[in-house]
């Protein structure tokens, strides 16, 4: 079995900055690409970043020069790093993993739970 458990979410005044964090455990062989998903109240979840081995990060546009998305490979961990933090940044963060399991062939998409990020004065 293979979780995915988020962190680091909270209430933040516009302007601050906060730093998610994801742990991906159990019987993984390999992880390829890590990335973040938001969804906002009574909106769909939407794409936020993603990081790719090999390959330069991918953002949205409304999070470019703000967030930052990194990953440790040894722990298989993935961070988000949020500055200059908006109302409109509000939303639940979730976590998302392409993994493959020990043993098996081909690769699965896995979500955490999800970890709430509130943006307010």
């Known amino acids: 079995q293979v979780q995915l458990v988020e962190s680091g979410g909270g209430l933040v005044q516009p302007g601050g900055s906060l730093r998610l964090s994801c742990a991906a455990s159990g019987s993984i062989f390999s992880i390829n690409a890590m990335a973040w998903y938001r969804q906002a109240p009574g909106k769909q979840r939407e794409f936020v970043a993603r990081?790719?081995?090999?390959?330069?990060?991918t953002y949205v546009d409304s999070v470019k020069g703000r967030f930052t998305i990194s990953r440790d490979y040894a722990k298989n961990m993935v961070y988000l790093q949020m500055n200059s933090l908006k109302p409109e940044d509000t939303a639940v963060y979730y976590c998302?993993?392409?993994?493959?399991?020990?043993?098996?062939?081909?690769?699965?998409?896995?979500w955490g739970q999800g970890t709430q990020v509130t943006v307010s004065s």
């Open positions: 998302n993993a392409d993994i493959t399991r020990r043993g098996e062939y081909r690769s699965n998409d896995y």
């Open positions: 990081i790719t081995p090999g390959r330069s990060p």
